[in-house]
């Protein structure tokens, strides 16, 4: 019997996903969550997490893990397909669960250590980072989707204080 490999848990949007030609949509209020994530297809790749993905694919059960609400499912694994990422089991935000993207995806790695080792989590979002890391898991902190100062309040806002993605 073959043993099974350990997860690699990577994020989507700010890792894979270059979400800031829709971020207009959530930068004022009222903040247009709907056109936000209808957008979402649209989101060109990011060639250093396309990267990265396949790179742990190569030894690793890749599992995507994402803020994304579970009703952008069809969308996100379509985009998926279509730019060629590897496959694996894509985890996402419960419809109604506004906790901060900190709490969400710390939970998300605990219940795939239960099954079994999680070698690292990627992603781009500092505070999930150092929740992460605080909670005992390696990280890859994905820093090659610049941003501006602005963009990146709008972000953290999004995925820290309103739960969105």
Do not use: I, N
Not at 151 to 159: K, S
Request: negative net charge; glycine residues 6%; contains cysteine.
């Amino acid at each position: 019997m073959s043993e099974l490999r350990p997860y690699a848990a990577v994020d989507l949007d700010g890792v894979v996903a270059d979400v800031r030609h829709r971020l207009h949509h959530v930068e004022s209020r009222p903040k247009a969550w709907d056109a936000f994530f209808a957008a979402a297809p649209d989101d060109p790749l990011l060639v250093e997490g396309e990267a990265v993905a396949h790179q742990l694919a190569a030894d690793h059960e890749l599992v995507w893990v994402t803020g994304r609400p579970e009703r952008c499912r069809a969308d996100t694994e379509r985009w998926l397909r279509e730019h060629g990422l590897p496959e694996g089991r894509l985890l996402m935000r419960r419809g109604g669960d506004r906790r901060p993207a900190r709490q969400t995806k710390v939970e998300l790695l605990r219940r795939l250590a239960a099954e079994r080792p999680v070698d690292v989590l990627v992603d781009d979002d500092a505070a999930v980072v150092a929740a992460a890391r605080a909670a005992g898991f390696a990280v890859m902190h994905a820093d090659w989707m610049g941003r501006d100062a602005d963009e990146q309040l709008t972000l953290q806002q999004a995925q820290q204080d309103e739960g969105r993605t």
